[in-house]
Antibody
Framework: EVQLVESGGGLVQPGGSLRLSCAVS????????MSWVRQAPGKGLEWVAN????????YYVDSVKGRFTISRDNAKNSLYLQMDSLRAEDTAIYYC???????????WGQGTLVTVSP | DIVMTQTPLSSPVTLGQPASISCRSS???????????LNWLQQRPGQPPRLLIY???NRFSGVPDRFSGSGAGTDFTLKISRVEAEDVGVYYC????????FGQGTKLEIK
């Protein structure tokens, strides 16, 4: 069974930093692109970033470029999102998800809530 | 950026009756490799999204066959042949031809 478990969310002040983690099991992690997708409270879905199997390519939505960094550790089957210079509009549930060239963003974690507030 | 527009935004449906959701993209979703990367996802209340359909019409693992997808180019449709109570939630189309963008979501509710 594929499992993706996010952690690291919480309350942070504007301008602060947070590091999200995603532990993956039930699949060969090193064979897949991975993504972070977020959902503001009561709103729709927004893709945030993705990373190639070996970490050599990374892509970001414009609104987080220069502030967020996606990374992975294939030896630990883990995905990360370093979030710096956080803003109120970054408040959302952040989902970790497997990404393939065929089926797109297919397996999703349960998400971790990030709240940016004074 | 490719903009995805869904209609309707809300769809009250009677149990056992069909339902249909439309999605239009601001530009063609045909990739240079010849594939069209248009997906449909379901998000039940309090749950993460779940992939239903990929590449227009392919059902993902474990998805019931009452869900079907169709379309081409810029216009796509998700159909549920007979709505069941467990289908309540929000449905999103998503393009993966040029990075990823989602539609606004369509809330499916029971009349």
């Amino acid at each position: 069974e594929v499992q993706l478990v996010e952690s690291g969310g919480g309350l942070v002040q504007p301008g602060g930093s947070l590091r999200l983690s995603c532990a993956v099991s039930g699949l060969t992690f090193s064979r897949y692109w991975m993504s972070w997708v977020r959902q503001a409270p009561g709103k729709g879905l927004e893709w945030v970033a993705n990373i190639k199997e070996d970490g050599s390519e990374k892509y970001y939505v414009d609104s987080v470029k220069g502030r967020f960094t996606i990374s992975r550790d294939n030896a630990k089957n883990s995905l990360y999102l370093q979030m710096d210079s956080l803003r109120a509009e970054d408040t959302a549930i952040y989902y970790c998800a497997r990404t393939t060239g065929d089926s797109g963003i297919d397996y999703w974690g349960q998400g971790t809530l990030v709240t940016v507030s004074p | 950026d490719i903009v995805m527009t869904q209609t309707p935004l809300s769809s009250p449906v009677t149990l056992g009756q069909p339902a249909s959701i439309s999605c239009r993209s601001s530009q063609s979703l045909v990739h240079s490799d010849g594939n069209t990367y248009l997906n449909w996802l379901q998000q039940r209340p309090g749950q993460p999204p779940r992939l239903l359909i990929y590449k227009i019409s392919n059902r993902f693992s474990g998805v019931p066959d009452r869900f079907s997808g169709s379309g081409a180019g810029t216009d796509f449709t998700l159909k549920i042949s007979r709505v069941e109570a467990e289908d309540v939630g929000v449905y999103y189309c998503m393009q993966a031809t040029q990075l990823y963008t989602f539609g606004q979501g369509t809330k499916l509710e029971i009349k």
